[in-house]
């Protein structure tokens, strides 16, 4: 898949030129796909599926930062994965290219008419746009899928929307993925995204304090700007060679010995391979319990081997999903 920078509107208004796709025109569409949660993954599907249909592309067209970040900064939300992740689980969903659009108040200020004409039709040349039944798009989220399909008609582009993807009797969204993080319930976020949630990060040293106690931990210089609610998981981790191991993983501040800095650190069961320096995602299985102060370090191993035969007996049964 091809990740392509789009260049803000500049102040001619003309538009930030057109990404190079070939011969047909692509079926596009249009989201913030934080977490490419199932939601995202339905609209993937459609875009990609009546690409197929023509031998054409599939574009997904994004922003960044996200649109609140620039409209809303003091209650932006935190962002489920970097633009790296999403290019990666698009990618594999079948998208052709990623289109990035700066958000700036330049384009919140954009009127739907504009937004269609210069970005959907000049930019990226759509035959088809694939959005979400309830899509709002251009200045003050004035236009809806009933502007957009008028629109379309005479910039000559078709419009599908799908509807909502359900669960539990309600939309699925990276908002209650993160409500469900907040609030360490792994399992539910699992459910909303389609598989587990993953923090991934390079391996830094820590305090060496894992490694005196018999259990060495990898710690994470996490690229994630959201941490499962502090505690510890069963997780599986995946390193630089690609494969998984079982694992058990601490959020928090290490009470017992007094810490104050949030860190993650993972021992991986069975493995003894030197770690640092290596890229390491985690993917949060179960959550086993609330991070607690232990009277001594004897409490502490006794405990943490307790945690290590618990996530051993989880992880042993659980699907993979990554």
Same mark, same amino acid.
């Given at each position: ?75 932006? @939300? ?19 290219? #990623? ?12 009127? @739907? ?10 930019? #990226? ?25 008028? +629109? ?5 582009? /078709?419009?599908?929307?799908? @509807? ?28 909303? #995204? ?5 923090? /991934? ?7 060496? %304090? ?17 941490? @499962?609610?502090?505690?510890? &998981?069963?997780? %599986?981790? %995946? ?28 021992? #991986?069961?069975?493995? /003894?391979?030197?770690? &640092? ?9 179960? %959550? ?26 989880? +992880? ?7």
């Amino acid at each position: 898949m091809e990740v392509v920078r789009l260049e803000s509107r500049p102040p001619t208004g003309a538009g930030p030129g057109r990404v190079p796709l070939g011969g047909l025109r692509p079926v596009v569409t249009v989201g913030n796909f934080d977490g490419v949660h199932r939601g995202h993954q339905a609209l993937v599907t459609a875009a990609v599926s009546r690409a197929l249909e023509s031998f054409g592309s599939a574009v997904a067209l994004t922003f960044d930062p996200h649109p609140a970040r620039v409209l809303q900064p003091e209650r932006a @939300p935190r962002s489920l994965m970097t633009l790296e992740h999403k290019a990666e689980y698009l990618a594999a969903l079948g998208v052709d290219v #990623l289109a990035v659009l700066p958000f700036t108040h330049d384009l919140a200020a954009e009127s @739907p008419e504009g937004f269609a004409r210069v970005v959907l039709a000049g930019t #990226l040349r759509a035959r088809a746009v694939v959005v979400g039944a309830g899509f709002r798009f251009g200045k003050g989220r004035a236009g809806d899928v009933a502007l957009l399909r008028r +629109l379309g008609e005479s910039l000559e582009f /078709e419009v599908f929307a799908v @509807p909502a993807v359900m669960h539990e009797g309600r939309p699925v969204s990276s908002t209650r993925i993160r409500e469900s993080l907040a609030a360490g319930d792994v399992a539910s976020a699992a459910a909303l #995204l389609g598989r587990p949630y993953f923090v /991934e990060g390079r391996v830094v040293r820590g305090e060496g %304090r894992g490694r005196t106690l018999g259990v060495p931990t990898a710690n994470l210089d996490a690229a994630n700007e959201i941490l @499962p609610k502090n505690g510890v &998981y069963a997780a %599986r981790a %995946r390193v630089a060679t690609g494969v998984l191991r079982p694992a058990v993983v601490n959020v928090g501040r290490r009470p017992t010995f007094g810490g104050d800095a949030l860190t993650v650190e993972a021992h #991986l069961l069975d493995f /003894e391979a030197d770690l &640092y320096g290596q890229s390491l995602r985690l993917f949060f299985q179960a %959550r086993l319990r609330d991070e607690r102060t232990f009277a001594d370090k004897g409490a502490l191993v006794r405990q943490i081997h307790e945690d290590k035969s618990t996530a051993a007996r989880i +992880l042993e049964g659980a699907r993979d999903g990554v």
